[in-house]
């Protein structure tokens, strides 16, 4: 059965780093679409990033230039490196993979991670 599972989240200081993973189980991954939301205290999910799977990168703006998105379709792993952390950072980050392939639809989620950076 097709899953993400995320990893790599913890507490980190203003100004830290932190690389977050997202396993995908299944080869359809390859086909889709990934990328990172998150979704903080109160607030609702918001788009991090997402890449192709041919590696067109997108970013919401307040992540461009820290964050940067990748994938590794011979490891099936999506990856977010985060460098520059802000206490506004903190959030639940979540894998997402989606798309159309093979004429159906997919939408799948990971568990999500959490990210601290205290203020």
């Known amino acids: 059965q097709a899953q993400l599972v995320e990893s790599g989240g913890g507490l980190v200081q203003t100004g830290g780093s932190l690389r977050l993973s997202c396993a995908a189980s299944?080869?359809?991954?390859?086909?889709?679409?990934m990328g990172w939301y998150r979704q903080a205290p109160g607030k609702q999910r918001e788009l991090v990033a997402t890449?192709?799977?041919?590696?067109?990168?997108n970013y919401a703006d307040s992540m461009q230039g820290r964050f940067t998105i990748s994938r590794d379709s011979t490891k099936n792993t999506l990856y977010l490196q985060m460098n520059s952390l802000k206490p506004e950072d903190t959030a639940v980050y979540y894998c997402?993979?989606?798309?159309?392939?093979?004429?159906?639809?997919?939408?799948?989620w990971g568990q999500g991670t959490q990210v601290t950076i205290p203020g």
């Open positions: 890449i192709t799977s041919d590696g067109r990168t």
């Open positions: 997402n993979a989606g798309g159309t392939a093979f004429a159906r639809l997919y939408d799948y």
């Open positions: 299944g080869s359809i991954f390859n086909f889709l679409v």
